[in-house]
Structures are given as structure tokens and as C-alpha cells.
């Protein structure tokens, strides 16, 4: 039976407290979530996905109070950025609860947590009460979802529920950081930038682009991921294809030979990288549609939200 597409928030806290699972709206990508106390709900999650088990859930909360609940120890440091950034696309991997199950963790002894910075997402975890596991609504490996259409597109068959919430106002997926008694190591940069973590609890460590298949310490850490079907090739200028029939361009810029690529999508007529994110899997997937034979894109600017979309630029190449 095909997913249901409701707008009834209670009607999804129940199914989630059933073990069903749930796509919901958040303020970066649509999750796919499930009980996370419940294992067997989250395996489902699993195999919606086609995710590998080495690869750790994000639980996602209604509020402060919840974190003591699968947070066995909370670091320096970590109740400031929960104060500032929560809630928001921040997720800080911190010492689970021994009943958090290992299926959640990858086995690992910390758990990923945030608390979403969206009406419709807050509400449904508020009416749940309780943890929900939600990786991005995806099949592992692809674009991320940023509308319920997208959701329905590629996962409609093998879920219950799709919350519709609209679009996704940040686009892409939260910041991971991992925070720890000598200080925080950054995982994931996202929608929350290192500058302004560094600006509430100083230098921070740095340490992405793993690629095997130990368990990671927090998603979307493998070298490829976020990828489209249509392959992706980052170029230093878009001067350097010399012939763009076939070709599709992802620009961050209005392009003023767009004229000779087969299809070109803008992120950002103004130069808003805050703009771009917001639309970046949107057009990637939309190129992705468009019955090219290859898609090609410039780096962004490395500063601010740009060096989180250099990083998804950068996994879905390879």
C-alpha cells in the first residue's frame, strides 16, 4: 500500500508510537522517522532505505528536557550550543543511555541528537513523546528530499506516512558535532556554520570525508552520498566544458553563456548562499530528471553555508 500524504500532526504521532514509519518536514531535509526505542521500528528505517547498519541515526527531540533521557552525560560546552542552537539544524553526538539500541548508534556509545527548528516537526514530537530516529527520506546514497512530493517519488511504497510540512527553509542537512571533555569535533558541516560555533565555545577540531565501512560516528560521513543517477563533475570554471550539448549546469551564479548547456539551474540570483542551500537538492534533483548525460558544477564560495554545500557537492561527484 502506497504512503498516505496527511497534514494531520496527531495522526502521525500515532502511528509513530505504533512503530509505523513517518516522513516529516524539518527546517533542512525531510526525515524518515521511527520510535528510536523501538528496534524493530528502526530497522524498518533501515530497510526503507537500503542504509547500511555502520551508518548511525539522527534522534530527533521535542525539547531540552528529553536529551537527560538517552544522554547519559552532558560535556562542557554542550548546554551552551543547546542554548543557542536549538532549536536548529545542530546535532551533537554525546554519550548514550545504555537502552538507546545499538541498531541507532551503529553500535558506537554515542547517540547523534537536535531538536528541529519546524512547527509541524515540533508538534509531532511533542503529541509522540517520545525519541524519533530520522535519517534523511531518501534511498540511501541520493539526493535528499526537500518537498512530500519528493518523498512520495522514491519512497512511497515502503513507508506508512508522509507529513507534509511545504518546503524545506534550510535545504540542506544539520551540522553534526561532536562534543567531548577535551573540546568538539565538527563531523558534518550543515546548517549551522563552524564560525559560529567557534564564536560561542572557541577553536573547534575538524574531521570529515571517512570512507569505509566501520562504523561512522555520525551520517553522512562516507565518501560518496547525497549523489544523483545523472553523473556530477565539479569543474574550476564552467569556461572549461567546452561543449555543453547534453550537458547540465548546477550555478551558483547567473551563468552568461547559459545559453550553450542543455539546461542550467540558478541557486542564487543575488549571491545568497543561504538562498542556494535552500534550493540546492531541488535543482540537483531537477537536473537529475532532465535527460542529460551528465551534470556540471563550480564550487561555492568556502566560507559560511558554503562549506557545507561544498561537502555535499564533493560526495555527490564521486
Same mark, same amino acid.
Given at each position: 500500500?502506497?504512503?498516505?500524504?496527511?497534514?494531520?500532526?496527531?495522526?502521525?504521532?500515532?502511528?509513530?508510537?505504533?512503530?509505523?514509519?513517518?516522513?516529516?518536514?524539518?527546517?533542512?531535509?525531510?526525515?524518515?522517522?521511527?520510535?528510536?526505542?523501538?528496534?524493530?521500528?528502526?530497522?524498518?528505517?533501515?530497510?526503507?532505505?537500503?542504509?547500511?547498519?555502520?551508518?548511525?541515526? #539522527?534522534?530527533?527531540?521535542?525539547?531540552?528536557?528529553?536529551?537527560?533521557?538517552?544522554?547519559?552525560?552532558?560535556?562542557?560546552?554542550?548546554?551552551?550550543?543547546?542554548?543557542?542552537?536549538?532549536?536548529?539544524?545542530?546535532?551533537?553526538?554525546?554519550?548514550?543511555?545504555?537502552?538507546?539500541?545499538?541498531?541507532?548508534?551503529?553500535?558506537?556509545?554515542?547517540?547523534?541528537?537536535?531538536?528541529?527548528?519546524?512547527?509541524?516537526?515540533?508538534?509531532?514530537?511533542?503529541?509522540?513523546?517520545?525519541?524519533?530516529?530520522?535519517?534523511?527520506?531518501?534511498?540511501?546514497?541520493?539526493?535528499?528530499?526537500?518537498?512530500?512530493?519528493?518523498?512520495?517519488?522514491?519512497?512511497?511504497?515502503?513507508?506508512?506516512?508522509?507529513?507534509?510540512?511545504?518546503?524545506?527553509?534550510?535545504?540542506?542537512?544539520?551540522?553534526?558535532?561532536?562534543?567531548?571533555?577535551?573540546?568538539?569535533?565538527?563531523?558534518?558541516? $550543515? $546548517?549551522?556554520?563552524?564560525?559560529?560555533?567557534?564564536?560561542? #565555545? $572557541?577553536? #573547534?577540531?575538524?574531521?570529515?570525508?571517512?570512507?569505509?565501512?566501520?562504523?561512522?560516528?555520525?551520517?553522512?560521513?562516507?565518501?560518496?552520498?547525497?549523489?544523483?543517477?545523472?553523473?556530477?563533475? =565539479?569543474?574550476?570554471?564552467?569556461?572549461?566544458?567546452?561543449?555543453?550539448?547534453?550537458?547540465?549546469?548546477?550555478?551558483?551564479?547567473?551563468?552568461?553563456?547559459?545559453?550553450?548547456?542543455?539546461?542550467?539551474?540558478?541557486?542564487?540570483?543575488?549571491?545568497?548562499?543561504?538562498?542556494?542551500?535552500?534550493?540546492?537538492?531541488?535543482?540537483?534533483?531537477?537536473?537529475?530528471?532532465?535527460? =542529460?548525460?551528465?551534470?556540471?558544477?563550480?564550487?561555492?564560495?568556502?566560507?559560511?553555508?558554503?562549506?557545507?554545500?561544498?561537502?555535499?557537492?564533493?560526495?555527490?561527484?564521486?
Amino acid at each position: 500500500m502506497p504512503a498516505q500524504l496527511i497534514t494531520d500532526v496527531t495522526v502521525a504521532a500515532r502511528a509513530l508510537c505504533d512503530g509505523k514509519l513517518v516522513a516529516f518536514a524539518t527546517e533542512t531535509v525531510y526525515g524518515l522517522g521511527a520510535n528510536a526505542l523501538d528496534t524493530f521500528a528502526v530497522a524498518k528505517v533501515f530497510a526503507a532505505k537500503e542504509r547500511p547498519y555502520f551508518d548511525p541515526l #539522527i534522534v530527533h527531540l521535542a525539547n531540552v528536557l528529553q536529551v537527560e533521557e538517552i544522554v547519559r552525560e552532558i560535556p562542557k560546552n554542550s548546554r551552551k550550543l543547546m542554548d543557542k542552537f536549538w532549536p536548529g539544524p545542530l546535532t551533537l553526538v554525546l554519550p548514550k543511555q545504555p537502552h538507546v539500541p545499538d541498531l541507532v548508534t551503529a553500535g558506537l556509545p554515542d547517540v547523534a541528537v537536535r531538536i528541529p527548528d519546524h512547527p509541524v516537526a515540533l508538534e509531532m514530537l511533542k503529541q509522540a513523546n517520545i525519541p524519533v530516529a530520522a535519517p534523511s527520506a531518501n534511498p540511501f546514497g541520493r539526493i535528499s528530499p526537500t518537498t512530500a512530493q519528493h518523498v512520495l517519488q522514491h519512497l512511497g511504497d515502503k513507508i506508512d506516512y508522509v507529513l507534509d510540512g511545504g518546503p524545506c527553509r534550510v535545504g540542506v542537512e544539520s551540522t553534526v558535532l561532536h562534543v567531548h571533555a577535551s573540546g568538539a569535533t565538527l563531523l558534518r558541516p $550543515g $546548517g549551522i556554520t563552524r564560525e559560529e560555533i567557534e564564536a560561542l #565555545i $572557541g577553536p #573547534i577540531q575538524v574531521e570529515m570525508g571517512l570512507s569505509s565501512t566501520d562504523a561512522q560516528p555520525a551520517p553522512g560521513m562516507l565518501s560518496q552520498h547525497y549523489a544523483p543517477q545523472t553523473p556530477l563533475r =565539479i569543474v574550476n570554471t564552467f569556461c572549461d566544458v567546452a561543449n555543453g550539448q547534453g550537458i547540465g549546469a548546477l550555478s551558483f551564479l547567473n551563468l552568461p553563456d547559459a545559453d550553450r548547456f542543455e539546461v542550467v539551474k540558478v541557486l542564487s540570483e543575488t549571491g545568497s548562499l543561504t538562498e542556494a542551500a535552500a534550493h540546492f537538492f531541488a535543482m540537483l534533483r531537477e537536473l537529475d530528471e532532465a535527460n =542529460i548525460h551528465e551534470i556540471v558544477a563550480v564550487r561555492f564560495p568556502n566560507e559560511g553555508l558554503g562549506v557545507a554545500l561544498n561537502d555535499r557537492l564533493t560526495r555527490a561527484a564521486q
